[in-house]
């Protein structure tokens, strides 16, 4: 099955500044990614996802790069906000297979 | 803005009692998902369903653990005997299933506490 890696498990950034997260995949198979941010008390919500087929996917200030050869996928976060605090979660899973694996969680802290 | 529902939101029980979540996925959905989350394990996935069948419970401990969809409104994850150790959030997810690339969209999670 797969398995996903997440690194690294907390990160602590100052306000401003740029934060990344990594995480590896084992199965080559897999072809979409999510990134999920959890603020604490809450429920995991997604904030953007790749495929594939692509390279690279942005959303303002959040990005996410991936590298099918290598097998990981990376989220960057510019200009940091305080809002930005959380746990990041990544995931993978293959087309037409609903089951998402995730991985550990990157706890984001953003020093003003 | 539709929602995943689930009761209750938090829960304290005695060691060897059953305990029932409960679970409403969102209108039209037709996949939901039932994760457990703790400080060392992160999101494991328990169990899915799509249109009510259950595809997947491998990550569920089959000697206490069950989980239905009694009908399309409603899922339960149920604990009997419970355990100190499946204290936890329980989370709730469901999905349209009608692409591969489905969002799955989580409910508010049920705080586990079992002393």
């Known amino acids: 099955g797969e398995n996903v890696e997440q690194h690294p498990s907390t990160l602590s950034v100052q306000e401003g500044d740029s934060a990344v997260i990594k995480c590896t995949y084992s199965?080559?198979?897999?072809?979409?990614f999510p990134w999920y941010k959890q603020e604490l008390g809450k429920r995991p919500q997604l904030i953007i996802d790749i495929r594939s087929n692509v390279g690279e996917k942005k959303d303002q200030r959040i990005a996410v790069t991936l590298n099918k050869t290598a097998k990981h996928f990376s989220l960057h976060i510019t200009e940091t906000q305080p809002e930005d605090s959380a746990v990041y979660f990544c995931a993978a899973r293959y087309f037409g297979n609903e089951k998402l694996t995730f991985g550990t969680g990157t706890r984001l802290t953003i020093i003003p | 803005d539709a929602r995943v529902t689930q009761t209750p939101r938090d829960k304290v029980t005695e060691m060897g009692q059953e305990v029932t979540m409960r679970c409403q996925p969102i209108?039209?959905?037709?996949?939901v998902f039932w994760y457990r989350q703790t400080m060392m394990q992160g999101l494991e996935l328990l169990a899915y369903f799509r249109n009510r069948a259950p595809l997947d419970d491998s990550g569920m401990p089959k000697d206490r653990f069950s989980a239905e969809m009694p009908d399309a409104t409603l899922a339960t994850l149920k604990i009997q005997p419970s355990e100190p150790r499946d204290s936890a959030v329980y989370f709730c997810a469901s999905g349209t299933g009608t692409s591969g690339w489905d969002e799955q969209f989580f409910g508010p999670g049920t705080r586990l506490t079992v002393l």
């Open positions: 209108l039209g959905h037709n996949t």
């Open positions: 199965d080559s198979a897999s072809n979409y």
